[in-house]
């Protein structure tokens, strides 16, 4: 039977051993339970997954979302975000699977430059823009990623969808001649603003002071004074000024009190004094736009271009350009030498010649170059991305495009109608013909 008390430490020990074991086997288990807690799959969509993290992460923002509705506006239900938010992670899924089987990818440099236009649409530089994702609980590289899907998914249905849609020269005049075709393209205006301030309490003696200040304002605006100038400077002598940028506005949001002499007004024009209890005001229309006017500037250009290549560095190229504008200088014809050297195909038999085009129609340091230029002035080779140019300048003239770009804009507007309800259609399609598994927690 052996020693009773040796028998008795012995099974304490292996009870012991025991509960330790156990102990141990329970931590581990937790510990596990507690990592496929954290992240887990909860649905299954064609090849791919959706794990609770995505899901959690985009609850979080939708919910930050709501809580800025308008005042008033009733929240969803927790099940009914929670759905959607569901069905939306589904949605984007196929997509992205869509667009990787099809091979459309969207590289850094591509993403770099929409982060930049997302920034500056935004009035931020970059590193703002990069606090700004932070401080909304979003790591930049996440906020990266998520760009660059919305990039693909935009990318996948205008790949998909565009060649559905069609808008005829009918839709479009019939649009024209609707109540709502007239209301959207009144015309606009954008108003600089400002007012020479006649503080509450002002004494009869002060105001006729204030105004003559204000008439002195009138006759210097036609001697030159600039509107920008004035605008900035914040004060008048004694008295303050206050200047705004109205915006772009259409007739009917316009202060009563500038709205009789605005549509008679051409750009550049300042009308004041015109006096209010707050003080005397004076407007300059910027710009007009809208069905009513729409007039491009419109130059008439020739060029010279010459390429790098496997043979040709860029600066010999250079020195080629800077050969050509000598010998142009020195009296040899530029056409000739547009067609013997020029290596753009479009317009190299035609002397270098571009046809009338507005600045928009070329990349940003051609459009710069032509606008400091005089009619009738030929540039220094410049570069672009295209090579080296040698430019001249022909003509200028504003022509009114307004019937064109009316109908450009209504050939938009009925082809986005036309987009938003043919993707509704589409994505109800894709969802119905892909294998989803919603997965419970037990699975």
Same mark, same amino acid.
């Given at each position: ?27 581990? +288990?937790?510990? #596990? ?5 954290? &992240? ?35 929240? %969803? ?6 759905? #959607? ?10 997509? @992205? ?5 099809? *091979? ?29 994702? #932070? ?27 565009? $060649? ?29 603003? =400002?007012?020479?301030?006649? %503080? ?29 100038? @004035? ?29 009789? #002499? ?10 004041? %004094? ?18 009513? =006017?729409?007039? =491009? ?8 271009? =010459? ?25 040899? &014809? ?11 195909? *479009? ?60 109908? $450009? ?24 013909? +892909? ?5 419970? %927690?037990?699975?």
């Amino acid at each position: 039977m052996g020693n009773p008390l040796v028998n008795k430490i012995f099974k304490t020990q292996q009870i012991l051993g025991i509960v330790l074991l156990l102990g141990a086997a329970l931590q581990v +288990s937790v510990a #596990q339970a507690q990592v496929q807690w954290l &992240d887990r799959s909860i649905a299954i969509v064609e090849d791919s997954v959706i794990l609770q993290s995505q899901f959690d992460a985009r609850l979080i923002n939708i919910e930050k979302k709501l809580d800025f509705r308008p005042e008033g506006a009733p929240k %969803p239900s927790r099940a009914v975000i929670e759905q #959607q938010v569901l069905d939306v992670l589904i949605l984007e899924s196929i997509q @992205l699977q869509m667009a990787q089987r099809r *091979g459309i990818r969207i590289d850094d440099d591509e993403l770099n430059t929409a982060v930049q236009g997302i920034a500056g649409q935004n009035k931020m530089t970059l590193q703002e823009f990069k606090v700004a994702v #932070q401080e909304d609980g979003l790591s930049y590289l996440d906020a990266r990623e998520q760009i660059r899907s919305e990039m693909l998914l935009n990318r996948v249905q205008q790949w998909t969808l565009r $060649n559905r849609i069609a808008v005829s020269a009918q839709e479009i005049d019939s649009y024209l001649n609707s109540a709502e075709g007239q209301q959207r393209l009144s015309t606009e205006y954008l108003l600089s603003h =400002v007012l020479l301030t006649v %503080p509450t309490g002002t004494s009869v003696q002060t105001l006729a002071k204030i105004e003559k200040e204000a008439n002195a304002i009138a006759a210097e605006f036609k001697q030159g004074l600039s509107f920008l100038e @004035l605008s900035r400077s914040g004060a008048r002598g004694e008295y303050t000024l206050r200047a705004a940028d109205l915006g772009w506005r259409k007739i009917v949001g316009i202060p009563s009190l500038f709205a009789k #002499q605005v549509p008679a007004m051409v750009k550049g024009d300042i009308v004041g %004094p015109i006096q209010s209890p707050s003080g005397f005001h004076f407007i300059r229309l910027e710009e007009k736009r809208g069905a009513a =006017v729409h007039i =491009v500037d419109e130059v008439l250009i020739r060029h010279i271009l =010459v390429s790098p290549n496997e043979v040709r560095t860029d600066e010999y190229t250079k020195q080629l350009a800077m050969s050509l504008s000598e010998r142009i200088k020195k009296g040899e &014809d530029f056409a000739v030498l547009a067609k013997q050297f020029s290596e753009d195909p *479009g317009s190299a038999q035609e002397g270098g010649a571009l046809g009338w085009a507005g600045y928009d129609k070329y990349v940003p340091a051609f459009s710069a170059t032509a606008k400091r230029l005089e009619v009738g002035e030929m540039s220094e080779p410049f570069q672009t991305q295209f090579g080296w140019h040698i430019l001249n300048l022909l003509e200028r003239r504003n022509e009114d495009r307004s019937v064109e770009f009316q109908r $450009n804009q209504i050939r938009h507007l009925i082809f986005n109608r036309k987009f938003e309800e043919e993707k509704l259609n589409w994505l109800r399609k894709i969802r119905e013909e +892909s294998f989803v598994e919603i997965l419970t %927690p037990e699975a």
